[in-house]
């Protein structure tokens, strides 16, 4: 099978446990997100770098494939019916999910605990995503009304009885990545936090290897396999770029 990206990486680097990270993703950029450990969970919002109004839309994302369950050849769109990222390659068998939200301090004392202060942990303590998210949006200037609907990833969400939304006990394992292509230049923000669902009362998200390779040319042959719906979105983003 075709591999969409460079083998020219151009970042290397380790989220930690509880800590969150932000980068510009360049538009034809490969990042691979890939579990250290056998309890991987991060969480993800994105923007466009040109213009944050324009970001992840969750709702429109599952609306325009007439699909919730995300994987490899699926694409994630913005509000204005652009492609953000393509998920270009996943070896966790569709562990994404766009249904279960973020955590903020309440969530994680409930399931967690409150013991993990930062008076009794410092840099320790049991992070939320919220406190993560708000944290490093505001080295770009966007505050809490700028917060989105998140895409999980390494957890997946299961829809039992018609409506009833369930954290599915898979995880993935050492060695599992996900990757997202760019098709715009992309502020991606993360947070290597338990999904909010997760009721194990253990805080212990494993590391997460983040690599970014380097830019390669947007052919319309690589798609071929992906929805028609998909493909008027990269039609529709390859005009922006005109």
Known sequence: MKKLRSDKVVLSETLPS???????????QTIQLKALGDNASLSAMFYN??????????????????????????VLFS???????????????????ILGGISNERVIKES??????YQSCRNGYHKSDKE??????????????DLIPALNLFRKVDVKEGSKLV???????????????AHMD??????NTPHAMDKSGVYNPSDVAITVFDAVEIKDE????????????????NRYFV
């Open 79 to 97: 509000e204005m019916g652009r492609v953000l990222f393509a998920i270009t390659d996943d070896t966790t068998n569709g562990l994404l999910d």
């Open 18 to 28: 509880s800590v969150k990270w932000s980068k510009i993703i360049k538009r034809g």
């Open 222 to 237: 690589d798609y071929e396999n992906y929805s028609e719906e998909a493909k008027r979105g990269f039609i529709n983003t």
């Open 132 to 145: 993560n998210f708000l944290i490093e949006l505001g080295k770009y200037g966007m505050t809490k009304k």
């Open 186 to 191: 992309i502020l991606l923000v993360l947070s």
């Open 49 to 74: 770098a040109s213009n944050v109004a324009e970001r992840f839309n969750s709702a429109d994302t599952v609306k325009i494939q007439w699909n919730a369950f995300l994987g490899k050849e699926k």
């Open 167 to 181: 954290l599915n006990e898979r995880c993935a394992k050492e060695g599992e990545y996900i990757e997202l292509t």
């Open 112 to 117: 967690f605990g409150g013991e993990a202060t």
